[in-house]
């Protein structure tokens, strides 16, 4: 090696100036990283919140509603033999229409159908009904079909029942007729001038009692507190044209 070479690998070159410090643009490197990593962390927790609560303000479905009640059919005990045609068709009507107004009647009995006649009664046909509630109380009713003699003869018109201050009341119909209600009756006046009369009785009438499985004796048969059916179906009953009188 020559004496040149010796002296210049012994000389310390400066090193040209960089314009920045390399440790600083590490350090800020490392800075920028990890500011970065905690806004992404950031934005994931926030959209998670949000999503969340998207699904807690989404609206919960409305509870199902209660089964409605639901009732065997009614066992029809039909006592009387139909004398005529009138009868006929007002039993066959009974049959179809009375287990759903009396809705939850374990038996229903048709009595018996009657008629007072004479001068005052001329064209009046009542039935009587009996049955077993739900709980196993008994009720009885009479549904009256009135012709237009007897409307006539024997029964005030329904102007002046409703003008009558009394318990009663009255309601027009989209027809024309008139229901006049009390607390355990109801009376429809037809625009044809017949009417239809349904009044509670109250306990089941003795010779029925045994038909649906109730002590026979007077007094004996047990029966619900209050009225046999309530108003609604009461004007059920009076209002059906199914029942048709003379």
């Given at each position: ?16 100036p960089?314009?920045?410090d390399?440790d ?7 800075k ?7 806004t ?10 949000a999503?969340?609560a ?8 409305p ?22 045609p ?5 039993l ?17 009995l ?13 064209d ?14 008994g009720h ?11 409307v ?12 009558a ?9 989209p ?5 006049v ?9 037809r ?7 349904v009044?509670?009785?109250g ?16 007094g ?6 209050g ?20």
């Amino acid at each position: 090696m020559t004496d040149m070479e010796t002296r210049l690998r012994e000389v310390s070159l400066a090193e040209p100036p960089l314009g920045f410090d390399p440790d600083d643009v590490v350090t800020k490197a490392a800075k920028r990283q990890r500011t970065r990593r905690a806004t992404v962390a950031t934005a994931v927790v926030t959209l998670g919140i949000a999503g969340a609560a998207v699904v807690a303000l989404r609206p919960s479905p409305p509870p199902l509603a209660p089964p409605a009640a639901t009732y065997l059919p009614p066992v029809i005990i039909v006592k009387p033999t139909p004398r005529n045609p009138l009868e006929q068709r007002t039993l066959d009507h009974l049959k179809e229409a009375l287990p759903t107004v009396l809705a939850g009647a374990r038996k229903i009995l048709i009595g018996g159908f009657y008629s007072m006649g004479g001068e005052l009664h001329p064209d009046e046909l009542t039935v009587t009904l009996s049955f077993l509630d739900h709980e196993g109380a008994g009720h009885s009713l009479n549904l009256g079909l009135i012709g237009k003699l007897t409307v006539s003869r024997n029964m005030v018109p329904p102007a002046e029942v409703c003008a009558a201050p009394q318990e009663s009341r009255c309601e027009k119909r989209p027809d024309g007729s008139t229901v006049v209600l009390s607390p355990r009756s109801a009376v429809h006046y037809r625009t044809d001038g017949t009417a239809v009369d349904v009044s509670d009785v109250g306990k089941v009438y003795p010779d029925d009692a045994p038909a649906l499985g109730l002590p026979a004796g007077p007094g004996a048969a047990p029966f619900a507190d209050g009225t046999a059916i309530d108003e609604r179906q009461l004007i059920a009953l009076v209002t059906d044209p199914g029942f048709v009188a003379q």
